[in-house]
């Protein structure tokens, strides 16, 4: 027997709310033979506030988008410089559940940064990949019906100051990098080279061939 098939979409720069609700759109009405999805895209400038999040964490947002929604988590920053993956997985199928699949989705990211040569590491006690004690990765995730929707953004090289107008993740002074801070002048951190790099990753993590 065909182990789960794996679809991929790569789109260019999509708001956040049509993103979202697509993702719930398919977690809603996919079925057991429904195949699971990795969404690469990127966002428009836009603060979000997991289901959890306290309106404390945002400082100052001036006049960027702040959307309420339903991934766990607190607050974060998307916007253009970043590469978002977007996991629709049949956690039932994979035969896992929440802590190995976020285990699954902070390795795949750590082996991303290890083929550009940065040594990222996970913390238990705050989900997500960091370098040097910096965040370069951020994770919100749901999960409903037994598949997980949301996913991932990992920081290229996106502006850093929308994170200084929050509490990054919930958690006061946390530093936040990106990659172009780690690689030598002139290296490729094209977002297509990046794209690739994750999603071969993510593949490997989670058993699929890629399509």
């Known amino acids: 027997m065909s182990g789960p098939r794996l679809e991929v979409q790569r789109s260019e720069c999509v ?3 049509q993103a979202w609700r697509a ?50 988590g607190q607050v974060t920053w998307h916007g253009p410089g ?25 390795a795949a990211l750590v082996a991303t940064l290890a083929a550009l040569g940065i040594a990222g590491q996970p913390r238990r006690d705050a989900p997500g990949v960091y370098v040097d004690g910096a965040k370069i990765a951020a994770l919100g995730l749901r999960v409903r019906r037994g598949c997980c929707f949301h996913g991932l953004a990992l920081n290229v090289d ?19 990098t990106r990659i172009a ?3 030598a002048p002139g290296a490729d ?9 994750l999603l071969a990753a993510l593949a490997d993590a989670f058993g699929y061939p890629l399509p």
């Open 15 to 17: 708001d956040y709310e």
């Open 23 to 72: 993702m719930q759109r398919y977690t809603d009405t996919r079925d057991a033979e429904s195949p699971d999805r990795i969404w690469l895209l990127q966002h428009p400038s836009v603060y979000t506030l997991g289901q959890a999040g306290r309106r404390e964490h945002l400082l100052d947002p001036a006049d960027t988008p702040v959307l309420h929604v339903d991934r766990g």
């Open 82 to 106: 970043q590469c978002v993956a977007y996991l629709m997985l049949d956690l039932r199928r994979l035969g896992i559940g929440v802590r190995e699949l976020v285990d699954r989705i902070e």
């Open 158 to 176: 996106c502006a850093l100051e929308p994170f200084a107008r929050i509490d990054p993740c919930g958690y006061r002074g946390l530093a936040v």
């Open 181 to 183: 801070d780690h690689v």
């Open 189 to 197: 951190i094209a977002r297509e080279r990046i794209e690739a790099l």
